[in-house]
């Protein structure tokens, strides 16, 4: 991996981070990138993110052993055949995409399918732009790798080694499946949030007070409203008939939810929570991926200088190690609330007794 080229179109959130990862465990590497954004690319160089900033698409990357497309979906296709004329036969291209199916077919329509390898790593925020990018965006994160009919046995396992270097856990999916299963993941979820805000924006009073009062739970799940707004316009014009359908199964069994509320029955009513709630806890008792059971607890602290380095210290004098320790911002209490994570259920029980004892509200 030492003496590899990587080459970047785009430099992103996503491409940002890669690159950055890929820096940190093997630091004479040579990363060359290439983004419309010419101080994008001056900054990742002043940065020592990347050795060289390329103006345009051309001769300069056909030394790559790797090229990664890290613009949106349907740029990445035209980029694809700006590059088509310097392409190395050793070179493996790959994108970041969350629609696998357009690229997959313009691969095909170039010839390439035999250097070709789709990925989506599973991360991500809320932020965009390479100076939210982080190298440890992509540790324990899913990175879905997409095979073509003519992928090389070895091209594969070569880039499915890269991929565990920079902390991420590859995963390699059929493309079509792909698409499906990102469309009910993660693209039905983006338009259901857009929706719920949307909801709130068209039906808020004048003086506005919905906004006002909106708290944790409402700006937990709509969170990633914030997303690019062209971005999601491209993932629905590409994706169009997997989100299509999985939203109309959603709207169904929101109409089947809405005849159960009005009707009063509750026992449906119960049910249907319910049964959201032991799925969505399954989640997190999985002994692999990335989401791991998480031992945490909430403390109800004053809001005054001192009070979360006083639940730190007596953690601390007690030998009990905290994973992760801040405080919830989106809250819906009048005193400040504490979110402590430690690293196993023995932690958890200790720290549970030691602030219990000292008169804390957990």
Not at 187 to 215: F, G, R, Y
């Amino acid at each position: 991996m030492s003496s590899e080229i990587y080459g970047f179109i785009g430099l992103g959130l996503i491409g940002g981070s890669i690159a950055r990862a890929i820096k940190r465990v093997s630091p004479e590497s040579k990363i060359i990138a290439y983004t419309p954004h010419k101080e994008t690319v001056d900054t990742a160089y002043e940065q020592g993110i990347i050795d060289s900033p390329q103006y345009e698409i051309g001769s300069a990357f056909s030394d790559c052993d790797y090229i990664f497309l890290c613009a949106p979906v349907e740029v990445n296709n035209s980029n694809l055949s700006l590059l088509l004329p310097y392409l190395s036969k050793k070179t493996t291209i790959t994108d970041i995409g969350s629609v696998k199916n357009s690229i997959h077919s313009k691969v095909k329509e170039l010839g390439l399918e035999d250097q070709f390898i789709g990925g989506h790593p599973m991360a991500g925020t809320e932020r965009i732009g390479f100076n939210n990018s982080k190298a440890s965006l992509l540790e324990n994160a899913y990175y879905i790798l997409t095979r073509t009919e003519a992928t090389d046995e070895d091209r594969l396992v070569r880039y499915r080694d890269l991929v565990k270097s920079i902390g991420a856990i590859p995963l390699i999916v059929p493309y079509l499946q792909h698409d499906y299963i990102t469309a009910a993941i993660s693209h039905v979820p983006h338009v259901i949030s857009a929706s719920l805000v949307n909801l709130v924006k068209d039906n808020d009073s004048e003086d506005q007070l919905m906004k006002t009062i909106a708290a944790g739970g409402f700006k937990d799940i709509t969170r990633i409203s914030s997303s690019s707004p062209v971005m999601w316009r491209q993932i629905c014009m590409t994706n169009t008939d997997n989100i299509s359908d999985l939203l109309t199964k959603y709207i169904d069994s929101l109409y089947d939810i809405k005849l159960a509320i009005d009707n009063h029955e509750a026992d449906t009513i119960e049910k249907f929570f319910d049964s959201a709630r032991t799925y969505r806890e399954s989640f997190i008792e999985s002994s692999s991926g990335p989401i791991q059971k998480v031992y945490d607890l909430h403390v109800e602290i004053d809001d005054q200088p001192g009070r979360l380095a006083a639940v730190a210290t007596l953690l601390s004098e007690n030998s009990i190690n905290i994973k992760n320790i801040g405080i919830v911002h989106n809250r819906e209490y009048e005193r400040g609330t504490l979110h402590i994570e430690l690293h196993d259920q023995k932690g958890l029980d200790e720290a549970r007794a030691v602030l219990t004892k000292e008169g804390y509200s957990l």
